[in-house]
């Protein structure tokens, strides 16, 4: 079964085509600069075919079409017509209260999905231009939308609602929803596969650490708790996002420098976080470096980084009453020996013990906790790509 994956943001479209016999990845790429000047696509297959064209794409539907092209093309296609594409699995940001697990695209789903672009007005709408794009290229092939909220649907009131007047709740739909749920799920079930035990008996902290960082409780296979909250603002420190912070600060800095909501909404997003608090970068590899030439702010960076994440893992073994699995994942996550070390400094008293050598290792799925450690540490590369075409999969074969 041969499968499109898409992941539309506003002016760039990542796909990967899978062929799920095999759970191999046939091709993938990105058309960007959509609807801007110099339009291009790149495309790579998997036996190392690739190309880069510029291509006029003046919307979605230009795309969808560009890279069927390309998919189907005698020297760099991989199938040799669209009749070949079983599904095609979309990434959806936001799938409000609704959507607690992968739905097939009807007319009704959609109309759902356009009533949460109010809780995600960046990411919803290129997501749904892009279902549309395909829906009008590809005809009658299934669709299905993957939300990024849906997995941490589970968690309980008491962790979702918060100390805010009720009725915002109730006409606003204001609360903690979560995201990178595909991300949680995904390395959370691949951790019991790992270890060879029982999803629905661990208890598992799953950190997803990239240029937008959550954690999550998984408590017996469901989140019971996210750092992220009503958007992917709140939480950890991210690269250019504050995270939590007193929401006091956000009047007193608007009185004190005349910001309206717009530019306050800027700082938090874009121009906080760790690249606010070293003066360098959002990076943590120029961070790093940045550390090794003595930069103070930058190692502050870090260590805010850190402590937040440390913290975090505290609260969740406090919420789920025990802790059996740390995983690590994403940019950071998965390519930051030192960062995974420093956060895990210090939680011996729960049971975590990091081996040196094991910890140096990356690339693929390992257990980096010492022998006698009571909690295991893995880390596990994410692909997000694969648990949609998994889900994908899983709708359109029932
Ligand atoms: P996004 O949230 O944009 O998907 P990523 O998961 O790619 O972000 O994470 C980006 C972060 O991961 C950056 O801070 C970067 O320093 C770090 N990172 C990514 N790849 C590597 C690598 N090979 N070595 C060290 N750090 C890396």
Redesign the pocket.
């Known amino acids: 079964m041969i499968i499109l994956v898409v992941n539309a943001g506003s002016s760039s479209l990542k796909y990967q085509l899978f062929d799920m016999d095999k759970e191999l990845v046939l091709a993938k790429g990105l058309c960007d600069r959509i609807g801007l000047p110099g339009s291009l696509i790149k495309h790579k297959t998997f036996d190392k075919r690739s190309a880069e064209k510029e291509i006029e794409m003046k919307n979605h539907k230009d795309a969808i079409a560009a890279l069927i092209r390309v998919l189907t093309h005698e020297e760099y296609g991989v199938i040799k017509s669209l009749d070949e594409i079983s599904a095609v699995g979309h990434r959806v940001v936001h799938g409000g209260e609704k959507f607690f697990k992968s739905v097939i695209l009807d007319d009704e789903v959609m109309k759902a999905i356009k009533e949460c672009v109010e809780l995600a007005p960046l990411h919803n709408p290129p997501n749904i231009t892009g279902i549309e794009a395909c829906q009008h290229i590809m005809g009658n092939v299934p669709q299905v939308a993957v939300f990024d909220t849906a997995f941490h649907q589970t968690m309980p009131q008491k962790a979702y609602i918060y100390a805010l007047p009720y009725e915002y709740y109730q006409k606003y739909k204001v609360r903690k929803y979560g995201f990178h749920g595909t991300s949680h799920k995904y390395v959370s079930e691949r951790a019991a596969a790992l270890l060879g035990s029982p999803y629905d008996k661990l208890k598992i902290v799953t950190c997803h650490l990239?240029?937008?960082s959550s954690i999550a409780a998984v408590d017996c296979g469901k989140t019971v708790d996210t750092s992220m909250g009503f958007t992917p603002l709140d939480g950890l420190p991210m690269?250019t996002r504050c995270g939590t912070i007193d929401p006091a600060v956000v009047t007193f800095l608007m009185n004190k420098e005349n910001m309206s909501p717009e530019q306050m909404d800027t700082i938090m997003n874009k121009k906080s976080g760790v690249l606010a608090i070293s003066g360098v970068s959002?990076?943590?590899?120029d961070l790093d470096n940045a550390v090794a030439q003595g930069n103070e702010r930058a190692a502050l960076a870090l260590e805010v980084f850190a402590y937040s994440v440390k913290k975090f893992i505290g609260a969740y073994a406090c919420a789920m009453g025990g802790l059996d699995v740390i995983v690590f994942t994403?940019?950071?996550g998965e390519?930051?020996p030192q960062m995974r070390k420093n956060i895990c400094a210090g939680l011996e008293f729960l049971g975590v013990e990091i081996d040196d050598e094991k910890n140096a290792e990356r690339g693929f799925e390992i257990d980096i906790s010492t022998e006698k450690a009571k909690v295991r540490t893995l880390v596990i590369p994410t692909n997000e790509e694969l648990a949609i075409a998994k889900e994908t999969k899983k709708l359109v074969s029932c």
């Open positions: 990239g240029n937008g690269g959002s990076d943590f590899r994403a940019g950071i390519n930051n």
